[in-house]
């Protein structure tokens, strides 16, 4: 009789849950999906990514929506997890039918579910950096349905790599951290360096919840290089600065990636951050391009826009969100909401003023930019300035 | 406890059997066919785990291990080599199977927490395998390109198909199961949860039904893996983490540590919890998430399988 | 360039390594209060690691309360903590098992990192270091002053510690319902209430290594959970339920860090670091400085 009763209780909960869910959503013209990691270690990405995103579509459905519809954005949080990256694609795809898809944040959850909008035939636009995102290796060419705002690790290594033999930099040592992100810049670090003629002498690790790293310093230390460069994201970055500057390591270069890019890490770095390099997209540095740089105007408003919102700094990664919305909104206004239209049309694209650059689509290109949506920065002063 | 009844188990396979009939009809709930497939991947971990920690009593926080090891080697042998999907799968539950001796046979010598930390340590030491090895895993980006499965020309393609052969594994393992805790071995595990010592006294080789039931239970949690690995398409290594490992040991104690039931209803709630339902709490989930584990912890000692027993009982007092 | 010789180099991991160890041993003397006069784990250790940290922060750097106030005033509220915990979620457990009080503190160190969240936001957060952060030079030896604080709170914990296990009489209650908690009701001890003062020093203990530990490391909602992993390796190591072993164990465990990562691949240096305790483990079951008998009789 238990057992039966054990059945009973799982079938009232099944009950329950279907009265739940039969309420169901209110019809919205255009549906948009999301997926970012929100919460989790790489909130960081996912948060500003969120709030970006919503308040774009915020503005556009304000100012009367696209030809009177409005738009509906539909958000999840991935929290970092491949599983559930995968379910809520599938969520997006299968049951909320959405017309084109945003995110996820990173690299490997994208990896994770490019099959599926190829099988949909729906476009999604990716908010994570790899190259591997928009090239499939078996064919040599983008995947039909992805695309992508942010720029190629490949671009902010090269661009690192240029100013190093600018300044007379040849032997360096690198430092990541094991995360997809760390993983995926070390990768292009080693992969571009023997172009630019760079000997590479150290290659270090730490963990994303590292206290501190100044072991791995000190080896570096006594090799001596003219450079470190450290690609990491989150706190560990700031704490691998302290180090270098704590181990009186000053006269070593230091470079950082872009995942640097916003003012809260120079606050956190209490100083140490003075004298560091590293390569930014426009939008995180409105305030100091020259007025007549085409990214001027967009990358004001969204700091404007944000930071009144929002109280807190832009982020290169609320950045990519918004390329990412305004590239579908753009496509929802010219083509309406055919998803192949909405491909084609983004596949196009020419001259899309973004945060993160200025974007030519084309069918070999799902990224459309160049290694000059880099622009080298340099701390000075507890604030950016432009190099040269 | 010791009998399972034919009953509940026929109920459980028919609604099993047409809840995808009638849920793929839902539109709500459409999407909950995919969501027991995952649940079902979780109830083959949990599983062996209720073998290993409900009955032997023996504790396991790397148990997610194995789930990795399973998924990893079904992933790297079909990207790399090209190999027969269910050769890999064979290969990875032999490899589990091997890892499980090797590993428990002096572990499982160890007493109550240290044996966790043990354990925890190796699940660990595994997962950073599986992030450094980029030339075979991919690194922390993850595994791409994985098969999905075919038989005789039928590709397990759709949800809905690979919901039945998910859970048709599921009912195996759980017949397994029911049958080893009636045999001998049931008894002798059991013996040696209640008392380690008299059931040496007994004459019950302790170590050997311990590491039997381990390499049981890898075995299980390492075809979930690879299940899971076919059906993702795409594996990283973050699945298999020490976090996981501690959600399964939450699963198994939300739904009642002592019996496959339990395991079974803890894995498929906190899938359904943690996929979907606390998607509604927004930024508040994990505290709501920890306030239902506490509540269930403090109020349903027996985990909710033992729920209806404590009905019942009230009833009649 | 000046040149690093290696034995300066090996120093130098030293004192990371001892750095980093202070804190794991910090947090594995705290596992091994609330341990040895309740059997259980307490995996949310790590949150008070956390909490301390974070709410040092809000007292100190945003409301400006002076460093010494902020401090006795962040420990204070972290014990309170503490005493919550016990009281709301591992007294009230009805049937209580070693497992299900384990899982209680899981469910606990999720809501505490929750609601930090809520709180605090998912940013990370600097502190002033005690003393500046100009590091003191010893021949080619760099040290940072945060790290002597450290190390330095580490002794004075344990100094403390051994004072009031051995002095006091509270203390000295307390050790007895360790020792055998049946016999510690029978002279009239009240078990429950040193349960709970167990649980208050070792939030206060946990809060003393956020404090010191923030201005190295920076500190977010998101840190417990490791940082309670690390200080139960440590307290495994050693010996659980030892104090010399919680120290030895954290000591050890961030020297092998250290040189792990400076000297071998350094991806892997947490796994050295397990493997270790892994080889220890099986060939001493209950750790370097745990009785084999404490180990049986404290079986789950």
């Known amino acids: 009789m238990n057992r039966f009763g054990r059945y009973l209780a799982m079938l009232l909960l099944v009950c329950v849950v279907v009265l739940v869910w039969g309420l169901g959503t209110a019809p919205a013209d255009y549906k948009v999906g999301a997926i970012f990691s929100v919460t989790g270690p790489a909130s960081f990405l996912g948060d500003p990514e969120k709030k970006t995103a919503e308040m774009v579509v915020a503005q556009v459905n304000a100012a009367g929506g696209i030809d009177g519809k409005k738009i509906q954005l539909i958000v999840y949080d991935d929290e970092g997890d491949a599983t559930k990256a995968n379910l809520y694609a599938r969520r997006l795809l299968t049951q909320d039918r959405v017309t084109a898809v945003i995110g996820p944040s990173q690299s490997g959850l994208t990896m994770a579910i490019i099959p599926l909008f190829e099988q949909f035939k729906t476009p999604l636009i990716s908010c994570a950096a790899s190259h591997k995102i928009v090239y499939n290796e078996k064919t040599g060419k983008p995947y039909h349905w992805v695309f992508k705002t942010p720029q190629s690790d490949s671009m902010a290594v090269e661009a690192i790599y240029a100013q190093m033999g600018k300044m007379g930099i040849q032997r360096i040592a690198i430092m990541s951290v094991t995360s997809g992100y760390g993983a995926s810049g070390r990768e292009e670090l080693l992969r571009i360096a023997p172009e630019y003629g760079i000997e590479i002498v150290a290659d270090e690790k730490y963990d994303p919840r590292d206290t501190d790293m100044t072991a791995q310093l000190t080896k570096i230390r ?86 009144a919102k929002f109280n807190e700094p832009v982020s290169a990664f609320g950045g990519y969100s918004w390329d990412a919305m305004h590239l579908v909104i753009d496509a929802l206004r010219a083509v309406g909401d055919d998803k192949a239209k909405i491909r084609d049309h983004i596949e196009n694209r020419k001259n899309f003023v973004g945060q993160q650059g200025v974007y030519n689509f084309s069918a070999d290109d799902h990224n459309g930019l160049t290694k000059d949506a880099f622009l080298m920065v340099v701390v000075k002063d507890g604030d950016w300035t432009l190099v040269e | 406890m010791l009998r399972i009844h034919k009953p509940p188990m026929a109920v459980g396979a028919v609604a099993i059997a047409v809840l995808p009939l009638i849920m793929g009809r839902v539109p709500a709930l459409e999407h909950y066919p995919l969501l027991m497939v995952f649940a079902g991947i979780y109830c083959l971990l949990t599983i062996g785990l209720s073998l290993l920690m409900g009955y032997a009593g023996q504790i396991s926080l790397g148990h997610a291990a194995f789930y990795g090891i399973g998924a990893y080697t079904s992933g790297v042998l079909t990207v790399h080599f090209g190999l027969n999907p269910w050769l890999c799968i064979l290969a990875g539950a032999l490899l589990a199977a091997l890892v499980a001796l090797a590993i428990g046979t002096p572990a499982l010598k160890l007493q109550g927490h240290y044996l966790a930390m043990a354990t925890l340590a190796f699940g660990i030491i595994v997962n950073i395998v599986f992030r450094e090895e980029v030339r075979w895993t991919g690194g922390p980006d993850g595994l791409i390109g994985i098969p999905m499965l075919s038989l005789f020309g039928f590709h397990f393609d759709a949800i809905v198909k690979y919901y039945y052969l998910v859970w048709a594994v599921v009912a195996g393992a759980f017949v397994f199961s029911a049958n080893l805790l009636q045999s001998p071995v049931g008894r002798a595990l059991r013996a040696i949860h209640t008392s380690e010592a008299a059931a040496g006294a007994m004459g019950i080789p302790i170590a050997r039904y311990k590491v039997t039931v381990f390499v049981i239970a890898a075995v299980m949690a390492a075809l979930g893996g690879s299940l899971y690995a076919h059906f993702m398409n795409f594996i990283n290594p973050g699945t298999f983490d020490l976090f996981f490992s501690i959600q399964l040991i939450l699963m198994i104690a939300l739904g009642g540590m002592h019996s496959i039931w339990g395991a079974m209803v803890g894995a498929i709630l906190i899938a359904f919890l943690s996929f979907e339902w606390l998607h509604h709490f927004g930024e508040w989930e994990i505290v709501v998430y920890g306030l239902v584990l506490l509540v269930v912890t403090i109020f349903f000692p027996k985990g909710l399988a033992g729920l209806p027993k404590m009905v019942t009982e009230r009833i009649r007092r | 360039m000046e040149s690093f010789t290696l034995t300066q180099q090996l120093l130098q991991f030293m004192v990371t390594g001892l750095t980093i160890g202070s804190i794991y041993a910090m947090v594995a003397i705290g596992f091994n209060i609330i341990y040895n006069v309740t059997e259980v784990l307490n995996l949310a250790q790590g949150e008070f690691v956390m909490l301390g940290g974070l709410i040092m922060v809000s007292l100190h750097v945003a409301l400006g309360l002076p460093l010494v106030a902020a401090f006795a005033a962040t420990v204070a509220t972290v014990t309170v903590v503490g005493m919550l915990l016990d009281r709301l979620a591992i007294r009230p457990v009805r049937q209580p098992t070693v497992m299900s009080l384990i899982i209680a503190t899981v469910a606990a160190s999720m809501i505490f990192k929750g609601l930090a969240m809520l709180i605090w936001g998912k940013n990370p957060y600097d502190l002033p270091a005690f003393s500046g952060r100009e590091p003191i030079l010893l021949g080619g030896l760099v040290i940072q002053s945060q790290y002597l604080w450290v190390i330095g709170f580490m002794v004075l914990v344990t100094v403390l510690l051994a004072l009031f296990f051995n002095r006091t009489i509270l203390g000295k209650a307390m050790r007895a319902c360790s020792d055998n908690g049946a016999a510690a009701r029978l002279v009239g ?41 690390k200080g139960f390796a440590a307290a495994i190591l050693g010996g659980l339920g030892s104090f010399p072993g919680a120290i030895l164990g954290g000591i050890i465990l961030g020297l092998i860090e250290s040189y792990g990562a400076g000297l071998l691949l350094s991806g892997y240096k947490d796994a050295y670091a397990l493997i270790v305790l892994l080889l220890v483990l099986f060939l001493r079951p209950s750790g370097i400085l745990g009785g084999m008998a404490a180990a049986r009789s404290k079986r789950v």
């Open chain 3, 189 to 229: 001890i009240n078990t429950q209430q040193m349960v709970l003062l167990a649980f208050a020093v070792s939030a206060a203990i946990g809060a003393v290594a956020g404090i010191t530990l923030t201005p190295i490391a920076l500190m977010d909602y998101d840190r417990g959970a490791m940082l309670a992993i």
């Open chain 1, 222 to 307: 006594a090799l001596a290089p003219q450079a470190i460069v450290n690609w990491s994201i989150g706190p560990t970055q700031v704490i691998v600065l302290r180090n270098w500057r704590e181990l009186g390591m000053e006269k070593i270069a230091f470079f950082q990636s872009h995942g640097f890019g916003s003012r809260q890490n120079i606050q956190l770095a209490a100083g140490a951050a003075e004298g560091v390099y590293l390569p930014l997209g426009a939008g995180n540095i409105a305030e100091i391009l020259p007025d007549d740089h085409p990214q001027k105007e967009v990358t004001m408003t969204y700091l404007a826009e944000y930071t």
